[in-house]
C-alpha cells in the first residue's frame, strides 16, 4: 500500500495508519498499522507491505472473487477516525504466450469480447454508473469475458463492473493521434 498523508492543520499530527485485507465474507486475512507524524502543512509519502497472503482465492471470469482492502487512518492521542478508503483486490496472475495464446492463473482462456467507448445518444459521455455497469452486464450476458477500453480512460465504474461480474479489461494510455 502506497499513500500519502496531508497535514491541513496550523501544528504537527501524529496519526496510525491501518490496512486490512478482509475476505468476501468480511473475515481479517491479514492488517498491518504504521505510525506517521506530519508536519503542519506538509505531505508525507508513506508505504505498508501485507504479510503474505497464502492460498488466496483467485479471481476470474468464472468466479470474479474479490477481497476487500481497508485502510484507516486515526489520530495517535484520541484514536478518532480521520479518514478511511476501501478498494476491491482480486488476486490473478496472467502471461501472454504466442503459440498458445492468453492464460490466466496457470489455465488457457480465450479472451471474447468487444471494444468501448463511454458515450451515450443525447448525453455524451457523461454517464451515470448504471450505465457503465449495465454495458459490462451486457457484455457478460452474451458470453464475454473482455473488454478493451478504448482510448482514453473512461469512468471507474467500468472497471468496478468489470471486477464484480468477471470481465478481463485492457485500457489503453491515453494518447490519440500523438503517436506517428
Known sequence: IKGVLSNTSSSIRKVRVQTSV?????????QVESSVSVKAGE????EQR???ITRPH?????????????SRIYDAKTHALLDEVTNPLGFRWFKFDPEEGFFLNGKHVKLIGASRHQDFKGMGNALPDSYHYKDVRLLKEMGGNFLRIAHYPQDPAVLEACDKLGILAAIEIPLVNTIT
Open 50 to 52: 501485507i504479510r503474505t
Open 22 to 30: 478482509r475476505d468476501r465474507g468480511g473475515r481479517l486475512v491479514s
Open 43 to 46: 505531505e508525507v509519502a508513506f
Open 58 to 70: 483467485l479471481w476470474s471470469p468464472e468466479e470474479p472473487y474479490l477481497y476487500s482492502v481497508v
